[in-house]
């Protein structure tokens, strides 16, 4: 394997996430299905793009990069399709239905949040470890995802806005809605699975795995997952409502 196969799976990866992104950010037409199908592409697209990294720590003899890069793929998934079908089950419901985009698109804490991370984590170690080229354009895929996630959110929150209220299995919607705040909490329910398999794939124990680890052992107990996710959750949070600050002055210039 060249290291073309790794850029190419990243460059599709990026490009379907970009490009969904993008059209879920676009007004629809009135016989739209809607935006979950585009918020799934979204999705797909970064999680491919984390496999092309994956693909590319392998090439170059780093196992446990690659695994940790894997494991972010699979934990991004695993939280973004319990948002989508939370979202998918209550459609009108601004409580459930926020809670379900928040998972869907990472917002920390939820859902992708975990994922999200790692696969940010992976980018920055291809950065110190990697060669000149692959790292940039492993960099530059990671950026495209990153702006597709942001038509993504927009896109996503036009469509909570006109959504017509839904009966459609109030049960399991109240059971993923806690699903999704117990996993805010204890972010190990999307990325253990996650860290499982990428182990199986490469035969190597994410690199992650072991520093997280270390970080989270407790203090006292119940403080493991809470205290490193909720500093990391605070810090992309602040960072989020200063862009946002900073967008609506220019606005209103």
Known sequence: MTTA?????????????LWSGWRCHQPPPHDAPGKLPL??????GFSVMLAGIGMEFHLQALPDHAATAYAAALSLALGHAAGLLLLWLSPGRPVASAV??????????????AG??????????A???LPAWPALALAAGG?????????AWQGGLRELRKASPSRRFGWLSGLLVALGFLAAFLPWLWVL?????????????PILLVALGMMLTPVIPGQASVIPFGLLAIAMALTSVLLLVLRLTRRTR
Do not use: D, K, R, Y
């Open 5 to 17: 196969l790794p850029i190419a799976v990243l460059t599709a990866g990026a490009g379907l996430a």
């Open 127 to 129: 950065l110190l470890l």
């Open 193 to 205: 699975p996650a860290q499982v398999a990428a182990a199986e794939l490469t035969g190597e124990l």
């Open 39 to 44: 918020l799934a592409g979204w999705a797909l």
């Open 116 to 125: 999200l991370w790692f696969g940010l984590q992976s980018i920055q170690a």
């Open 100 to 113: 379900g985009l928040a998972m869907a698109l990472g917002l920390p804490p939820f859902g992708a949040f």
């Open 143 to 151: 950026l495209a995802g990153l702006a597709g996630w942001t038509w």
